[in-house]
């Protein structure tokens, strides 16, 4: 397994930024898609962005479109969420997590698609 850490999490107004980091330390996750979800208080952990193994192929969901991105660096051993225009109900805890294979397509907004999860950051925005 490929153990995950998160940081970049914190308190921000609505229509400001943050930028999240997910690391692998001593480990590599190149050949591996990757994505972030989140856990909103109350409600089950949502999908939020995926990328493919080499950057090439990325995948939103529909509420972040436009106003986040995903990127990553395999020489880094380092996955990015970049998060602007952020709103209140982008309160999440936000976690990282490595994919079983290589980009899937019909299962890859899935969260049993992964199977290596990161503890999860903070995210909360006020309005």
């Known amino acids: 397994q490929v153990q995950l850490v998160e940081s970049g999490g914190g308190l921000a107004q609505a229509g400001n930024s943050l930028r999240l980091t997910c690391a692998a330390p001593?480990?590599?996750?190149?050949?591996?898609?990757m994505a972030w979800f989140r856990r909103a208080p109350g409600k089950d952990r949502e999908f939020v962005a995926a990328?493919?193994?080499?950057?090439?192929?990325?995948l939103y969901q529909d509420s972040v479109e436009g106003r986040f991105t995903i990127s990553r660096d395999n020489a880094d051993n380092t996955m990015t969420l970049q998060m602007n225009s952020l709103k209140p109900e982008d309160t999440a805890v936000y976690h990282c997590a490595a994919g079983r294979s290589s980009w899937k397509e019909a299962v890859i907004n899935s969260r049993g698609f992964y199977n290596n999860w990161g503890q999860g950051t903070q995210v909360t925005v006020s309005s």
């Open positions: 990328i493919s193994r080499s950057g090439g192929r990325t």
């Open positions: 001593g480990r590599t996750f190149g050949d591996l898609a």
